[in-house]
């Protein structure tokens, strides 16, 4: 089975999927997609994605490419369900999908290249302002997860006890995003100690930005 991952090196979405993947001991060939250079709207990409974000995936034998990250992560836990990345009983899979959704549904959204290329291009805002509104809603997220974390005796050396579970990629994704974005991450510490404990994971730490194969070159 051949799987064809479009992505791109700084999307917090594609890192998602990245370390499905790689959990799931699926091999997979990344073509990566410039969103700097608006390869996104290129017909040949839209044909594959109608929505022109990444990440893609397009794997041999399915009828259509899937898109959207956390449905591919639903597609990949049905599809290949060992490790299994979800808890079995509803009340536990209910609270990690919360959990995963504070991340990718509520932070990742206001802050993907088409809102910064919007608060830039249309509404004009200054530099300082785009990356106030980067920082702002990046950490809220984080600092709602933080709260779960802290009121929810659940949790445990990850976000639901000691198994990795989707919460874990959406927040991986979200932590690596602050840091891109310069937040102030000394006040989440419960989050951060997850987040040290995914980075020994070498699913995770493969798959964070500077080590892909399109990242720009260190000096």
């Given at each position: ?5 479009y ?7 594609a ?17 990566p ?22 990440p ?23 599809a ?5 990345l ?33 608060l ?13 509104w980067?920082?702002?809603?990046t ?16 949790g445990?050396r990850?976000?639901?006890g ?6 874990d ?6 932590v ?11 006040r ?32």
């Amino acid at each position: 089975m051949s799987i064809k991952f479009y992505g791109f090196w700084r999307s917090l979405a594609a890192y998602r999927v990245r370390v499905s993947l790689k959990l799931k001991g699926l091999a997979y060939e990344e073509i990566p997609v410039n969103l700097l250079a608006g390869e996104q709207h290129d017909s040949a990409y839209l044909a594959i994605n109608p929505q022109g974000a990444v990440p893609a995936l397009v794997i041999e034998g399915l009828s259509k490419p899937l898109f959207q990250s956390l449905a591919i992560l639903d597609y990949l836990e049905y599809a290949h369900p060992i490790p299994s990345l979800m808890p079995s009983l509803p009340a536990d899979r209910a609270r990690v999908l919360a959990l995963a959704h504070l991340c990718a549904s509520d932070g990742h959204p206001l802050v993907v290249p088409r809102v910064r290329n919007y608060l830039q291009n249309t509404l004009k805002l200054e530099e300082t302002a785009r990356n106030q509104w980067l920082q702002h809603w990046t950490f809220e997220a984080l600092n709602a997860y933080e709260r779960v974390l802290t009121q929810d005796p659940r949790g445990g050396r990850f976000s639901h006890g000691d198994q990795v579970s989707v919460a874990d990629l959406c927040l991986a994704s979200q932590v690596v995003g602050a840091e891109l974005f310069g937040c102030e991450l000394v006040r989440i510490p419960r989050v951060m100690d997850i987040f040290k404990e995914l980075m020994t994971l070498p699913a995770f730490s493969a798959s964070m930005p500077k080590r892909q194969s399109d990242a720009p070159q260190q000096n």
